[in-house]
């Protein structure tokens, strides 16, 4: 059980360059999230997903896109690359059930755009 | 709008108790959460209060008023492996995690 895995860890981006972020969960949650933090702050919410084919914006959405095609993996893709997108990204994933509240995080990946 | 505060940074030494505070004005609240992150990684779970009152799980209590958006994590028996951040989060719905900024923990001899 790997629990919840990002790849790449580490990526050095140019402006204006696209790349994905992957994301996957072996746990069968149903719930998935991508947040990023910047240097010294607590995680900001980019998107999350309720379940396949249903994803909604959290509260820094601008400059990303995701999909959620299956129950297992969540890529977070980001076009036309900013410095403002140099972060530490990670993934995380929750059971829906009512009793399971934990979310459970990836090791993230560190993205810097230069 | 959202609002979490946190002190930045707290120190304290090994063997005493720490405690430390959280407020919060947030649109929606459905729990608050308290995650450890050490330097270089992952956040991880440490509690989760829905209700008002205090929870223990071993070592480590967490604090929730409602009427008053405050919540306090206390760390007893501080060891040098608490140096890390703590996390105050509030659950907006869906689990939606609105962040604080963390404080910093420092543990010395």
């Known amino acids: 059980n790997a629990g919840v895995t990002q790849t790449p860890k580490f990526r050095i981006l140019k402006i204006g360059q696209s790349m994905t972020l992957q994301c996957a969960q072996d746990m069968n949650h149903n719930y998935m999230y991508w947040y990023r933090q910047d240097p010294g702050m607590g995680l900001k919410l980019i998107y999350y997903s309720v379940g396949a084919g249903i994803t909604d914006k959290g509260e820094v959405p601008n400059g990303y896109n995701v999909s959620r095609s299956t129950t297992e993996d969540f890529p977070l893709r980001l076009e036309l690359a900013a410095p403002s997108q140099t972060s530490v990204y990670f993934c995380?994933?929750?059971?829906?059930?009512?009793?399971?509240?934990?979310?459970?995080f990836g090791p993230g990946t560190r993205l810097t755009v230069t | 709008g959202q609002n979490i505060d946190q002190p930045t940074e707290m120190t304290a030494t090994e063997g005493a108790i720490v405690q430390i505070n959280c407020t919060y004005q947030t649109s929606g609240f459905n729990g608050l959460f308290w995650y450890q992150q050490h330097a270089g990684e992952a956040p991880t779970f440490l509690s989760y209060?829905?209700?008002?009152g205090l929870e223990e799980k071993g070592r480590f209590s967490s604090f929730l008023s409602r009427s008053k958006g405050y919540s306090y994590l206390l760390l007893k028996e501080l060891q040098m492996k608490d140096s890390a951040s703590y996390l105050c989060?509030?659950?907006?719905?869906?689990?939606?995690?609105?962040f604080g900024t963390g404080t910093r923990l420092l543990v010395s001899p």
């Open positions: 989060a509030v659950n907006t719905g869906f689990q939606k995690l609105v």
């Open positions: 209060n829905v209700l008002d």
């Open positions: 995380a994933s929750r059971s829906r059930d009512r009793d399971s509240y934990e979310q459970y």
